[in-house]
């Protein structure tokens, strides 16, 4: 049976990452995370929030979506390779394969070296070839040649490649893991949101679907993207690749205030918008069991802020 999402008495800025057997929750003061370690230990680290008075241009409607995908960006990135140092199975990996070991320059180069070529492949796959497709498929059929159906059939390509890459990674036994994690992340929001004390106890039969997830705003900038992609007039397709790039940050920014909005509202709009990530949050979520919750828990406790009132959404 399908739980319901829960009566929320407080809706909270407070939000989190799954990693590598842990979580990281990020609060308006302080930011910790929570690991497992493969003796079974929990491994606690928090730090100061960054850009807690952050300046004008980084709090202007959407212009601040912008700064905050990328430092979202960031952050999630130095805590999920953060997080593969404390499980420990790193250091499994490398009693196992210590003649393999490079230096750690080599490993430099070859990270920045992994993050260029991503960067490559999501444009080749979400970019360029939506818009090869399409040209093909026109040249077949001259009558599809129009702003609107090639937004339709490029964004709605894109989500179909999202979706299904979403679905497949989610089938690699550690990725499962990670997104029980994220479940556990999204059960102990909501608790705190309801007023709960955060035990396993309360926390364990929550809704593991929340509107205000990541999840969500990438299926968001996915529909945003559609819409823009209409908007752009026909051009040689070099330049409409370009263009189309330009625009990432307007589709950043104006996603980022959908969801912020969803988080703000209930009606029947913020429904309509939420639903998409409500629903694709039932691949990027599992139910976790109760050593994850744990984790949560500790990250969750380290975060809440003394005034009630500086969390607030």
């Keep these: 049976m399908e739980k319901r999402q829960p009566d929320i008495i407080k809706k909270t800025s407070i939000g989190g990452q799954a990693l590598i057997e842990g979580i990281m929750m990020r609060g308006p003061e302080t930011t910790a995370m929570a690991v497992r370690h493969v003796s079974g230990k929990i491994i606690l680290e928090e730090w100061e929030t960054a850009g807690k008075n952050k300046p004008w241009y980084m709090r202007v409607p959407f212009v601040r979506g912008i700064f905050n995908f990328i430092d979202s960006l960031r952050i999630g990135y130095k805590c999920l390779m953060r997080s593969a140092e404390l499980s420990g199975l790193e250091e499994e990996e490398d009693k196992k394969d210590e003649k393999k070991s490079v230096s750690p320059k080599l490993m430099s180069f070859l990270m920045a070296l992994s993050a260029v070529l991503g960067v490559a492949v999501a444009v080749v796959l979400f970019v360029w070839l939506p818009a090869f497709l399409f040209r093909s498929l026109c040249k077949a059929v001259p009558s599809f040649n129009h702003a609107l159906l090639r937004g339709v059939f490029e964004g709605v ?10 679905a497949l990674v989610a089938q690699m036994k550690d990725i499962k893991r990670v997104f029980m994690y994220h479940g556990a ?14 035990t396993v106890e309360n926390i364990r039969p929550e809704c593991r679907f929340h509107p205000r997830c990541g999840t969500s705003f990438m299926i968001l900038m996915l529909l945003v993207g559609m819409i823009v992609s209409m908007l752009i007039p026909d051009m040689n397709s070099v330049l409409r690749t370009v263009v189309k790039i330009l625009t990432i940050p307007v589709v950043v920014g104006v996603g980022y205030e959908l969801i912020k909005l969803a988080g703000r509202r209930d009606n029947l709009f913020t429904r309509i918008i939420s ?3 409500l629903w694709m949050q039932r691949l990027t979520t599992k139910e976790p069991d109760d050593s994850m919750i744990e984790c949560a828990i500790a990250a969750m406790e380290r975060v809440i802020p003394a005034d009630p ?5």
């Design 185 to 198: 992340e999204h059960k102990t929001i909501f608790c705190y949101e309801q007023g709960k004390s955060l």
């Design 275 to 277: 639903a998409p990530g």
């Design 157 to 166: 390509f894109r989500i179909v490649l999202f979706v299904g890459y979403i």
């Design 309 to 313: 009132e500086a969390d607030k959404w």
